[in-house]
């Protein structure tokens, strides 16, 4: 259901730019290293270009931030 609506990363993801400064801020590398292993190998199969831009910019980041921290 979720892959059918547009925009679907903005129904789980702040701004880009809110959250890459809210896990820059707080540096909790292990957030993602704890993450990455898992969700690698499905994350680098998809398809979807919204998607996909944002798993190469997390990757790129390589912070992690719970959704508790999310900025509001």
């Known amino acids: ?14 701004p880009l730019a ?3 400064a809210e896990a ?3 540096k909790r590398a292990v957030l993602f290293t704890n ?4 969700s690698r190998a ?3 199969r998809v398809t ?6 944002v798993w ?5 980041l390589a912070v992690g ?3 508790e921290n999310f900025p509001r």
């Open 18 to 20: 809110e959250l890459e």
């Open 48 to 53: 979807d270009a919204e998607i996909s831009f």
């Open 35 to 38: 993450s990455f292993h898992e």
């Open 24 to 26: 820059s801020a707080q």
């Open 56 to 60: 190469k910019r997390l990757r790129r």
């Open 65 to 67: 931030l719970g959704q």
């Open 42 to 44: 499905h994350l680098d």
């Open 1 to 14: 259901m979720a892959a059918s609506l547009p925009r679907r990363e903005a129904l789980c993801l702040p």
